[in-house]
């Protein structure tokens, strides 16, 4: 297995995603998903399946200082009070003594381009405080730019240990990529699988078939040698191995210019206009 470093504490270098997985899919893929090998696992409160995924850590037997949890604080939830509630949240339904990772989920400069700069400072002074109790232990933003980043660190003097913003083949991101690496902040990559649709790009099934794996794992793959921690989902336990089955490869440096090469496509949403609240 391979890792990625955040302040100091590896941490496995791919992370499970839980996006739209809900009832019994979430509870057992969570599951399946540690009994495969994955410590590292990704949930929001925007997801409204802390509680399952808390209960497949607990249920799980595996120690807690193995396991590596994220969640997100919704945009409706910034700012001091509401952060706040939104941790205090977190923390009962996911019921595992701490967070390992807390991330404010958008920066919402949409809808609210008087007082974002506000929100997210206040938001992020509330984690850092949960920080200081031990109740939290990394603090991170998702879905910021280049200036979000900056402004977010200059208001608060604290710079955030992990950016997840939307990266794979198609969106390598490479201006957000080089500002976090050059300070020490370790880029996260959602919908890695572009929403499970990798067969349909041409580039990834043939360098599939050359390395003997799928177009899912190239795809992943070439993003961890970008540097970056993907965060596939599934809910199926044969798709949540194979994606795990990834670091027993390496992309040469002319097939990582292919897929760097791809036509632009996203799949998500834009942070600048991202307007849901
Ligand atoms: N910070 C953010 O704003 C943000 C936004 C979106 C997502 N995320 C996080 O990132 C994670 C990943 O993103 P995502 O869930 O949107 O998309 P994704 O991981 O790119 O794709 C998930 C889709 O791909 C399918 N799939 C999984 N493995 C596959 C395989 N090997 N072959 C073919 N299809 C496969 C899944 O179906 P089955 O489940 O049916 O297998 C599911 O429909 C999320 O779950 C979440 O934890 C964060």
């Not at 923390?91 to 809808?111: A, E, F, Q, R, T």
């Not at 979000?148 to 969106?171: C, F, K, S, Y």
């Not at 440096?253 to 996203?266: N, P, W």
């Amino acid at each position: 297995m391979e890792y990625f470093e955040i302040k100091g504490r590896q941490v496995q270098a791919i992370a499970f995603g839980t996006y739209l997985s809900s009832g019994n899919d979430c509870y057992n893929s969570v599951r399946d998903a540690i009994d495969v090998g994955y410590t590292n696992i990704d949930t929001a409160a925007f997801y409204k399946n802390e509680d399952l995924v808390g209960k497949a850590v607990r249920d799980s037997g595996t120690d807690r200082e193995k396991l590596f949890v994220t969640t997100k604080i919704w945009n409706s939830e910034q700012g001091t009070t509401l952060s706040q509630k939104s941790i205090e949240n977190s923390l009962k339904l996911l019921d595992i003594d701490y967070i390992d990772l807390v991330l404010i989920h958008w920066p919402i400069p949409v809808g609210h381009n008087h007082d974002y700069q506000i929100l997210n400072k206040e938001t992020f002074e509330v984690m850092a405080k949960y920080r200081e109790k031990g109740l939290v232990k990394h603090l991170g933003v998702s879905n910021f730019m280049v200036d979000h980043l900056d402004q977010i660190e200059r208001n608060t003097g604290i710079r955030a240990e992990v950016n997840q913003i939307e990266m794979h083949p198609g969106l390598m991101q490479d201006e957000i990529c080089s500002y976090c690496k050059e300070r020490g902040i370790l880029v996260q990559a959602w919908r890695p699988l572009m929403r499970g649709n990798c067969a349909s790009f041409a580039p990834l099934c043939e360098l599939g078939e050359k390395y003997g794996k799928t177009p899912s794992q190239v795809a992943l793959r070439s993003i961890y040698q970008k540097g970056v921690m993907p965060i596939p989902k599934s809910v199926h336990r044969s798709r949540i191995e194979e994606n795990f089955d990834v670091f027993d490869f390496r992309l040469s440096d002319d097939d990582m210019k292919i897929i760097e090469g791809m036509d632009e496509y996203r799949c998500g949403s834009h942070p600048l206009r991202l307007t849901r609240t």
